[in-house]
Nanobody, 127 residues
């Protein structure tokens, strides 16, 4: 069973950048498909980016396309979310999630597809 810990959140001005990290322990990250999600107060959890265990295939939500990029370093058991051109609307708690079974391109954004979750890291975009 894998445990996930996110870090790298904080307060940033509009237009700024942050890189979130998600470190896995207890199991090899290479055995999991990974999703990044976020949840703002009063809103549902939203899929942001996805990266699969093979070949680094990625998917991005339309709201972050061209601004956010997911990557992974299986040797370090770490997944990253690079966030550029941040907007106040990006303010949320960000979570990484993992699933040992395959997550398909048609459903990567569905939280129900993932069995393991980190505790989240707060990202606040404000001037």
């Amino acid at each position: 069973q894998v445990q996930l810990v996110e870090s790298g959140g904080g307060l940033v001005q509009p237009g700024g950048s942050l890189r979130l990290s998600c470190v896995a322990s207890g199991s090899a990250l290479a055995d999991y498909d990974i999703g990044w999600f976020r949840q703002a107060p009063g809103k549902e959890r939203e899929g942001v980016c996805f990266i699969n265990r093979h070949y680094g295939v990625t998917y991005d939500a339309d709201s972050v396309k061209g601004r956010f990029t997911a990557s992974r370093d299986n040797a370090k058991n770490t997944v990253y979310l690079q966030m550029n051109s941040l907007e106040p609307e990006d303010t949320a708690v960000y979570y990484c999630a993992a699933n040992s079974g395959p997550v398909y391109g048609s459903t990567w954004y569905d939280p129900e597809e993932y069995a393991y979750w980190g505790q989240g890291t707060q990202v606040t975009v404000s001037s």
